[in-house]
């Protein structure tokens, strides 16, 4: 018996809009980051942390590195399904992977995004908070 | 003799990015706003009242009013100029105009942007600082 | 017995994400103008009417006008409920408005958004197609 | 003698705009993948290949992979250079670096950008082709 972090994934939907298209009429690459922003804090806000309550603590996660992979176009109205995932639980960054389909399940992009805590006041690094570490592991399903 | 506003005006130049581009090939009307308020700091900062000198007076300029008329799209890669103008300096707001030309001196956008002062830390209005005002009018053509 | 457009509303809803906002805390003004295009084609949608169906016809609704009033701010994680509605079909375009209002029911921002119809191959202005008219009528609500 | 690719960089220089901040007071991670866009079409103006003359040959240039690397935070109207750099001409691919300095100089991101080919009308994946690659050897700096 032992706890696992592959459990904790949730899935985001997201409908492209016409302001997210380029006239090559692909979702903008572009538009990932904040897209995959919105999915990772729904998916903290499932586990009841919403990320207000983590700067109400006095914390900034300002995301460290970025990954892209872009396997196939998405375009306009598509209904996309975002599975974002913890990877991993360090002591000082969070690190969140992505995997889209579109609405004929195909795989259209991978990603993995780092985020780090710092303090808003002074802008140190902290290490991962106990209540996230907390949440993430009790959360976890055990298998 | 006398003081003009009519001659506080500025030209911005701004090219079409891929990102701004929709699949209809036009600059998606979304981005405009934000055009346009980087026209305007560059107006101000050419008149020597940086915003972020603004803000450093504990001061914010939301905006409170905008008004757009779309009148010719613009494509990827133009070169639009972008004419800034005080329209009114009132005790409680300023309203800026602009027009934009493409390359070719076609007019494709008229606006108005109306923009309040508020205290950074209340959120209450305020009147219009004095050293705008002044700074306005200093740099205005006699005529 | 009468046909009233009045009728013809939607609440689409949109929770403000930190992409969206800018340092002074607000949702930053020039999101608005996407948040709102969502807005209307989603009530189109619920119309049966998607937009995807009448760029498949030959045509673009450009944007011809856009009037903003923006009355509080909006925060970060606030959750919006917009109030779209057909304001005027007109023989060349049609009006929509809008009253976006927060998780505590305060009225923040009033808009209205006018669109034109255009043939997509010639960019030549066309008369709002009859199959648009009819679904909106048809939709009214009977009073 | 011979020829390097690693001379054929470019500086672009980016204004942050108060629209690209976030409540954190940071421009918003988002915001690079469009800014870096900007940036390698400059670069490709200045070597004069204008990204749209290679859409004019009937090809696009899609984003295949981004990785970023965000070091420190850029903030409101920070005067960033952006230093590009074509790093390979593969036969499929183009690879973009990045370096972003802020006015004090420091180093605050880089990054990697790669850029394959396709045929507009079919899709389809295509070799670099050889008027690109034959520009930018051309355009090298003999060492």
């Known amino acids: ?33 904040r897209i995959y922003e919105n999915a990772r804090w729904e998916f903290f806000r499932s586990l009841n942390i919403p990320y207000s309550a983590i700067e109400e603590k006095g914390l900034f996660m300002p995301v460290i590195n970025m990954d892209f992979k872009f396997i196939k176009p998405a375009f306009y109205d598509d209904n996309l399904s975002i599975e ?47 209540f996230i570490k907390e949440r993430l592991i009790t959360k976890t399903v055990l298998v």
């Open 1 to 33: 018996m032992q706890s696992s972090l592959k459990s904790n994934s949730y899935i985001h939907h997201h409908r492209v809009g016409y302001a997210e298209t380029d006239k090559m009429q692909f979702l903008h690459h572009s538009n990932y980051a």
């Open 84 to 130: 974002v995932r913890v990877e991993n639980i360090l002591n000082i960054k969070l690190a969140f992977t992505y995997r889209t389909f579109n609405q004929n399940s195909e795989l259209i992009n991978e990603a993995m995004v780092t985020l780090a805590f710092i303090k808003a006041d002074s802008g140190k690094p902290v290490r991962t908070p106990e």
